[in-house]
């Protein structure tokens, strides 16, 4: 599975972005899906997930912010990113979950797509 994740870009302390991410194909078991991010000199981090029925995690850092969902067929997912924060500027990664629960766990995901940058200025 190949993913694509969009969406990236500079926007001021406030704002929004959208960021997608597509898959190549539907993985057969209905994998969950997430959102994982990676500032400068940091490891790379939850952000949020979703479960193949639609259930969702968020870290405390987003939750009430950031809103992540996907299509039924779970090819495009989704992070909708509003009242953006200096502390958010990251690259954002989507990965695909070896099952079908969401995880906060890096290792529990095997496919990663190549980060799309988001820039927030203050």
């Known amino acids: 599975v190949q993913l694509q994740a969009s969406g990236g870009g500079l926007v001021q302390a406030g704002g929004s972005l959208r960021l997608s991410c597509a898959a190549s194909r539907r993985t057969s078991s209905n994998n969950a899906m997430g959102w994982f991010r990676q500032a400068p000199g940091t490891e790379r981090e939850f952000v949020a997930a979703?479960?193949?029925?639609?259930?969702?995690k968020y870290s405390d850092s987003v939750r009430g912010r950031f809103t992540i969902s996907g299509d039924s067929a779970r090819i495009t997912v989704y992070l909708q990113m509003n009242s953006l924060q200096a502390e958010d500027t990251a690259i954002y990664y989507c990965?695909?979950?070896?099952?079908?629960?969401?995880?906060?766990?890096?290792?529990?995901?095997?496919?990663w797509g190549q980060g799309t940058e988001v820039t927030v200025s203050s």
């Open positions: 979703i479960n193949y029925n639609g259930m969702t």
């Open positions: 990965a695909v979950a070896r099952g079908s629960l969401y995880s906060t766990e890096i290792a529990m995901y095997q496919y």
